[in-house]
């Protein structure tokens, strides 16, 4: 029986990668110069897949835009397959709201050029995210073609994979990659040869058509191809060859019989999965977590709750979005490039990130100007009832309730306390130069009055001020005036006072602060104060305890313990003789986990907040010889980590820094467990995945399991929040029984430490015989950015062994309430609430004509009742199309995502 063969022609395009996005752009504009001809010339050469994004379309565009219509008619005739994707993403290294985005950008720009291909079309990502499958199914999409991440459970060339909620797609398989097809023979005699060794090769994974995949990376289409396929169907009756489509392939695809896998695909059995690309620079990793945390949780819900609709806002957060998208392109996100992607996703990174925080200020000023009255007031941006610290800065004498941090200082160089000055009217000219053009002198003082009186003995000057700014205050008009007194009486001796009484900056809790609300902010009384002392002497151990929590800093060691268990913040210094995409460790490695130095100074003593800072410094090797492959030098470096514990709050922070002075590294720091463990639970795109301590490799690819987390880690009643520390490791691994004593089976194998890494530094984009991946996954480019040398590397992280909600202790550590300052006159209450979402984590809270769009997800696995504080809409899928209606509040499956469109009140 004669074998069919779909012949799939396609290009797969990286925008950026080995070189700079310009270059490749470059070569793109000569692909489709090329291809856009051909087919409107060969009716033989049917189809071709443009890569299942839209950002090369629109990057063509950009330099042919008189080529719009001709995609266009191309696309709507599905000659040329556009979509559904903007980018093709990697999954792991961002946000899954930044996933939906990406999706619904391509599928928007795909409409307007005839429609999107209706396949999750998903073939170079390192790796595929449990909540995929749920993700395409709510736009629409009902197949899936991956090639990375597939476990050896897999056996066929397509699968049923599900997501947590159950929803379920079809997916294709491509067990040899996207590139199966490449660079086809140009001779019917060779085509019918290679393709019937192919179809051989793949026997034991096929159903019934074999699919080829007729192009790679930023591959020219190959003209002869309609030509070739007929000359081969004409001489043979073993394959039967056509040129096809991916969406017209899948139409007739086998769906009985086929295994089923559940969850993510992170397996490396048959592919390389370059779990490295998670740790390689870091500073692209804590980039995207800020510019995602800006985006998604303070400038979209401040904008569409609080701020004034006349600023038309939404096309600078498209701006924002669509830079976003455009670095999570796997190339781009993961930072396997050259040094000048790198800097382009940093540079684009930086624009989105200043567009939403500049809006979300606009919008918490449009809030503050809407308030009846004066002072500090606290927003909350997340949908949770919040308590947090913040800082104030207040006059008079300070309640008990809260913290001095610090007495403010002197206003104009003049000293507190000193009365009035009598001075000359040059001095005074100078003073009237320091005046500001508004009202504001420094961080913490603002002008609230200036008054001049003149008389025969001379002028006197009254400047009063305070901590908060105060609205109608002219300043520039009392520097005019001033300039034209002292200009007319230039010796007559001048007497400033200022007004201003004792101001302190302080610290305060506030809460509880409802979700989405303000209220002014009133100290709170706190029932776990904390302290900080040295009980042994000034040489001894710090103590930094509330109650809820018991932190006690090692002054030899360097690290700290949390009730009693030790060891926590513990540095480790290795070799890494890898590249951009794995680490590897070099032939002879030098361990560095010691300091030689130890200085741990008191800050903070409470009671809202208690403060240690922790210097050690270190001998780390400079850097791995490449004959010898063994670490060789010496370098000291000082690594600095602060750490601190609050009232009322089981939660742990801490931040690490150091300037990198090496190169061929890893830092990472461990982090003891309080029981071993078989597992861990990890943040992923819309859910918590379960992994264990081993992962399915194979020689060309060690099995490495430094696993991705997006925020959070838990593991032996240890919770780790993290800001933009993707990759961990459960470490220190040993057989054990359930008493404790060794065994030698490995089922019982349990992990006592977790690693998070806050450094990996190599020089090489790709490397030939490494350790762990002996064959080349790029280029063997030399990269001297990835070495990070000289870079000052700041990691941030939270750890808590008391029972908390990930989500809760997330939202704690990495979005703190912001504080505005209120004018009075505004006709909002002075508390409320704009929005309310009870039941569910939000991922999205935006305007959208005609009211709000919220996009919620369950990460348990019981149904939760979502409420929306009375509010109706409509159920809608990814691409808007409405569901179902809902009246104040609707069911949310287990582990489901679900968007609401919200009515305007």
């Known amino acids: 029986m004669a074998r069919r063969v779909a012949i799939v022609p396609h290009t797969h395009w990286d925008r950026e990668w080995y070189e700079p996005f310009e270059s490749f752009r470059l070569r793109l504009v000569d692909v489709l110069d090329e291809l856009l001809p051909l087919l409107e010339r060969d ?105 990375r991440g597939v476990p050896s459970e897999v056996n066929r060339s397509a699968f049923w994979w599900e997501a947590p909620d159950g929803s379920t797609v079809r997916t294709e398989y491509l067990p040899t990659g996207y590139s199966n097809g490449a660079a086809m023979p140009d001779d019917a005699e060779a085509l019918v040869r290679r393709l019937g060794d192919y179809v051989t090769a793949v026997e034991p994974f096929a159903l019934d058509t074999v699919l080829v995949m007729n192009g790679t990376d930023h591959q020219a289409p190959q003209p002869w191809l309609g030509r070739v396929v007929a000359e081969a169907n004409a001489m043979q009756d073993d394959l039967v060859l056509e040129i096809t489509s991916l969406p017209a392939y899948l139409a007739g695809a086998p769906t009985t019989g086929l295994p089923h896998w559940s969850g993510e695909l992170r397996s490396g059995h048959r592919a390389n999965v370059l779990m490295g690309v998670a740790s390689n620079r870091v500073d692209v990793k804590h980039a995207a977590a800020a510019t995602e945390r800006s985006l998604e949780r303070r400038a979209e819900p401040y904008a569409a709750l609080f701020g004034d609709p006349d600023r038309r806002p939404q096309r600078l957060l498209d701006i924002a979005w669509r830079e ?59 949908a949770r009832t919040r308590h947090d610290l913040v800082e104030i800065v207040i006059t008079g004498d300070a309640p008990p309730e809260v913290q001095i941090l610090e007495e403010v200082g002197a206003a104009f160089g003049i000293p507190r306390g000193l009365g009035t000055l009598t001075l000359d009217a040059g001095t005074v000219r100078s003073i009237v130069g320091l005046l500001p053009e508004g009202t504001r002198v420094d961080d913490h003082t603002w002008i609230h009055d200036v008054r001049v009186a003149e008389d025969s003995a001379g002028l006197d000057i009254t400047i009063a001020l305070g901590a908060e700014e105060r609205a109608g205050v002219d300043v520039s008009g009392v520097r005019t005036d001033l300039v034209a007194r002292l200009d007319a009486r230039p010796d007559a001796p001048v007497r400033i006072r200022l007004d201003q009484p004792p101001t302190r900056t302080v610290l305060a809790r506030v809460g509880p602060v409802p979700g989405y609300g303000w209220q002014p902010v009133v100290p709170a009384p706190v029932e776990h104060p904390v302290r900080s002392e040295r009980p042994t002497g000034p040489d001894g151990p710090l103590v930094m305890a509330n109650g809820l929590v018991e932190v006690v800093v090692d002054p030899v060691a360097g690290t700290f313990a949390i009730d009693g268990i030790v060891g926590f913040g513990r540095i480790v210094d290795d070799g890494d003789l890898g590249d951009s995409y794995n680490y590897s460790p070099p032939g002879t490695d030098i361990v560095v986990d010691t300091a030689d130095r130890v200085m741990v100074l008191d800050g903070d003593q409470g009671p809202l907040r208690a403060t240690a800072t922790i210097h050690a410094t270190y001998t780390w090797p400079d850097h791995v010889d490449g004959p010898q492959r063994s670490r060789v030098g010496a370098r000291p470096v000082e690594v600095i980590t602060s750490v601190e514990v609050r009232a009322d709050d089981p939660v742990v922070r801490v931040e690490t820094s150091f300037t990198n002075p090496c190169r061929d590294h890893r830092v990472r720091v461990h982090l003891p467990l309080p029981r071993p463990v078989d597992g861990s639970e990890a943040e992923c795109a819309f859910t918590v995945v379960r992994r264990g301590l081993t992962t399915e490799g194979r020689p060309e690819e060690l099995g490495l399991p430094t696993f991705p987390s997006r925020r959070f880690v838990r593991a032996g009643a240890l919770t780790v929040v993290h800001d933009g520390l993707c990759e961990y490791e459960l470490v220190d691994l040993r057989t054990a029984t359930c008493d404790g004593t060794p065994t030698g089976s490995d089922d019982l194998l349990r992990a006592h430490a977790l690693a998070l890494t806050i450094l990996r530094a190599t020089g090489m984009l790709s490397r030939l015989g490494m350790t762990y991946r002996p064959m080349p996954a790029g280029p063997l480019t030399p990269v001297p950015g990835l070495q990070m040398l000289g870079q000052d590397i700041r990691a941030r992280y939270a750890v808590c062994l008391a029972d908390v909600d990930p989500y809760v202790m997330a939202d704690e550590v990495l979005l703190p309430v912001d504080v505005v ?85």
């Open 324 to 382: 976003v998208v455009r670095n999570s392109a796997h190339d781009s996100i993961c930072a396997c490039s050259v040094d000048a992607v790198v800097d382009a996703v940093l540079g684009r990174f930086a624009g989105a990130r200043a567009i939403a925080d500049g809006i979300a200020d606009r919008a918490l000023a449009d809030l503050a100007a809407s308030l009846p009255g004066t002072g500090p007031t606290v927003v909350n941006p997340s």
């Open 821 to 905: 300052h209120a004018f009075g006159g505004g006709s909002r209450p002075p508390a409320g609430r704009a929005l309310e979402v009870t039941g569910a984590e939000v991922s999205c809270v935006r305007r959208v004509p005609g009211g709000l769009e919220v996009r919620v997800f369950n990460p348990t696995a019981n149904t939760t009742d979502v409420g929306l504080g009375g509010r109706s809409g409509w159920l809608v899928d990814l691409r808007g199309r409405p569901v179902q209606p809902v009246s104040g509040s609707f069911d949310l499956r287990p582990f489901g995502i679900a968007t609401v469109h919200l009515t305007s009140p």
């Open 43 to 147: 009716p033989s050469y049917a189809h071709f897949l443009l890569d299942g994004q839209l950002a090369m379309v629109d990057d063509y565009l950009d330099v042919r835009p008189e080529e719009e219509p001709r995609i266009r008619a191309l696309a709507a005739s599905q000659r040329l397959t556009v979509g559904p994707w903007y980018v093709l993403m990697d999954e792991f290294l961002v946000s899954g709201e930044t996933i939906v985005r990406n999706l619904q950008a391509g599928m928007a720009r795909a409409a307007e050029l005839g429609g999107a291909m209706e396949v999750g079309y998903l073939p170079d990502m390192f790796g595929h995210v449990a909540q995929m499958p749920q993700i395409l199914a709510l736009a629409g999409l009902h197949h899936a073609v991956v090639w």
